[in-house]
């Protein structure tokens, strides 16, 4: 496959940054869905789960690529991080930069976001926090993806300790020819097929759905491989292109199979053609955007302006903060009198901006910067 030159070892490229905002506004824009009809578990809803159709396409295709996205950049930042600190150093700082906000989240912002989402004034919902925080329920909410990494950063080190990454080694210097690529995605869409007999889409264990961990696996090993040559920041539209066009081909199927073939079996797992279509039809989805993604990212004039730098800044704070923000205010919107659409357009942008805002306030108290 085509590529553009690898870049200078120590430039930091401004496209990815802005892809990592982008998508963490995109996992406010998925969640607020949930709350007017979309699909998916949530705090908080004013429309039944999976009552509108356009919300539940749009939770499908942002559920193909966007957290696998997210795991492919981790790996692609991994080896780096690992060969300039050491083991000891690489582990400790991924309990400070992903178990500090797991735990915070766990045991703080959970209680709040539960508390907002059934309280019926202040005095109300500080009791309900200050309940939940002792002696409440508890739980990861989106920090499950921290939880993931610290787990994949531990295997990581065990297997660069055993030899299994030596550096320098198992790197691609090119992007797999297509071929491998479609191999691939089919390999992988059969082997979630085949997990997902077992834990289907929407059980969890130990707060993660392993029925997606097949891509996640694969994507963060991606990331590794790609990182030595910087390959993810030297792909080509003209590469890219052609397997967008088959990403939105198989988006354009979706609609279809839920029409035609509703009665088929669950598409979350089991022995049916519709849970062998999802689990085949997320990669090939995944794998167009992902590929466009980049290939737009990485334009050599791709520059971050003051606001886009004090948003990359501030993105990781913002997708940590932002499901107590989306259940605040889309509790303060379901009295208005406006179509669900009309809210989930409003929320969203009030929840982006929110969660930014709230981010960055967070950032400003002395030694939260060190970990967000």
């Keep these: 496959m085509a590529s553009t030159p690898a870049p200078a070892p120590t430039q ?3 496209g990815i940054d802005l892809v990592r905002v982008l998508m ?10 949930i709350v007017y009809g979309g699909s998916g578990g949530w705090f908080w809803r004013q429309e039944p789960n999976a009552s509108n159709p356009l ?7 942002n559920q193909s690529y966007f957290m696998g996205l997210f795991f492919l950049l981790a790996g692609y930042y991994t080896p780096a991080s690992f060969d300039r600190k050491g083991g000891g150093r690489y582990l400790a700082d991924r309990w400070i930069r992903l178990g500090l906000p797991l735990l915070a989240f766990f045991f703080v912002l959970f209680p709040l976001t539960v508390a907002i989402a059934d309280a019926t004034g202040w005095e109300d919902l500080l009791r309900r926090w200050g309940q939940g925080i002792v002696g409440g329920t508890h739980g990861p909410g ?6 993931a990494l610290l787990i994949f950063a ?6 660069r300790r055993a030899g299994a990454f030596p550096p320098g080694g198992r790197t691609a210097a090119a992007l797999p020819r297509p071929w491998t690529l479609l191999l691939a995605m089919i390999g992988i869409g059969l082997v979630a097929f085949a997990v997902r ?11 993660l759905q392993l029925g997606y961990f097949p891509g996640y696996i694969l994507l963060f090993l991606a990331g590794i491989a790609a990182a030595p040559h910087r390959l993810l920041e030297r792909i080509a539209l003209r590469t890219a292109l052609p397997w967008l066009a088959v990403a939105v081909l198989a988006i354009a199927t979706l609609p279809v199979v839920i029409v035609v073939h509703g009665a088929a079996g669950g598409f979350e797992g089991g022995w049916n053609g519709n849970a062998l279509y999802y689990a085949l039809w997320e990669p090939f989805v995944a794998t167009g955007v992902i590929l466009k993604l980049f290939a737009w990212a990485t334009v050599p004039a791709r520059r971050l302006g003051p606001l886009g730098r004090w948003c990359a800044a501030n993105a990781f704070g913002a997708f940590i903060v932002h499901p107590p923000v989306v259940v605040a ?28 805002v709230v981010a960055a306030a967070l950032r400003a108290i002395p030694g939260v910067r060190r970990v967000l």
């Design 55 to 61: 919300l539940v396409m749009f939770n499908a295709v």
């Design 197 to 207: 007999l077992v834990i289907p889409v929407g059980h969890e264990v130990l707060w």
């Design 12 to 14: 930091r490229n401004a």
């Design 329 to 356: 205010l889309s509790r303060g919107a379901a009295t208005m009198p406006a179509a669900p659409w009309v809210k989930f357009v409003g929320v969203s942008a009030a929840a982006c901006i929110g969660a930014f």
């Design 154 to 159: 531990h295997a990581y080190a065990l297997l």
């Design 142 to 147: 989106p920090l499950w993806f921290a939880l």
């Design 24 to 33: 963490t506004m995109l996992v406010i824009l998925h969640d607020t869905a």
